[in-house]
């Protein structure tokens, strides 16, 4: 099945500076590439998406960027903000699989003042 | 709010007890789906229902069970529980029409602890 390693497990970075969170696949049938945040207390909310018939994504301070021969993508927030912090999970699904996705164990994303 | 409701909300138990957790997904999604969060092993996908009709199992313990109801809620039993399995339980759930990616919503979870 697929296996969704995600790095680091925890990131510090000083208000308004940018953090960037790596995840690997290994199921190249994986076609689909959600990013979730999760607030304390909350469930995970989908920020942003990709598919594999696209490189890159943006959406205001959010970037997403998939590299499909290396099999790993990338999650960019520019301009952090205290609100940012949060954890982030990577997902993955297989192309013409069941709808469950696998994700990754998850970064904890401290926004510095 | 994700419109996925989950009750209930906190959870304490002993081991050896069963208990059920409920789940109503959003208004028109067909697919629910379950994860167990812990702490160290992130969200692990349990088992996904669509219809009514199980569709995807992922890794749930045998003494672990679900079901989806005509009215499309759901439902998962855990039995026989043990400390480990004091956990974050969230249900999801997709496939309504406003679903085009297929994103899941989820609810906002139910703690279970294990004393």
């Known amino acids: 099945g697929e296996n969704v390693e995600q790095h680091p497990s925890t990131l510090s970075v000083q208000e308004g500076d940018s953090a960037v969170i790596k995840c690997t696949y290994s199921?190249?049938?994986?076609?689909?590439f959600p990013w979730y945040k999760q607030e304390l207390g909350k469930g995970p909310q989908l920020i942003i998406d990709?598919?594999?018939?696209?490189g890159e994504k943006k959406d205001q301070r959010i970037a997403v960027t998939l590299n499909k021969t290396a099999k790993h993508f990338s999650l960019h927030i520019t301009e952090t903000q205290p609100e940012d912090s949060a954890v982030y999970f990577c997902?993955?699904?297989?192309?013409?699989?069941?709808?469950?996705?696998?994700f990754g164990k998850g970064t904890h994303l401290i926004i510095q003042p | 709010d994700s419109g996925v409701t989950q009750t209930p909300k906190h959870l304490i138990t002993a081991t050896g007890q069963r208990v059920t957790l409920r789940c109503s997904p959003r208004?028109?999604?067909?697919?629910v789906y379950w994860y167990q969060q812990s702490l160290d092993q992130g969200l692990q996908f349990l088992i996904q229902?669509?219809?009514?009709?199980?569709?995807a199992k992922g890794n749930i313990l045998e003494r672990f069970s679900a079901q989806q109801f005509p009215d499309l809620h759901s439902e998962l039993n855990l039995s026989s529980l043990e400390l480990g399995d004091s956990a974050l339980y969230f249900c999801?759930?997709?496939?309504?029409?406003?679903?085009?990616?297929?994103?899941?919503?989820f609810g906002e979870g139910s703690r279970l602890t294990v004393l």
């Open positions: 999801a759930s997709s496939g309504g029409r406003t679903s085009v990616t297929g994103e899941l919503f």
């Open positions: 199921d190249s049938a994986s076609n689909y």
């Open positions: 990709i598919r594999s018939n696209v």
């Open positions: 997902a993955a699904r297989r192309r013409g699989g069941a709808d469950g996705l696998t």
């Open positions: 208004s028109g999604d067909l697919s």
């Open positions: 229902y669509y219809n009514g009709e199980e569709r």
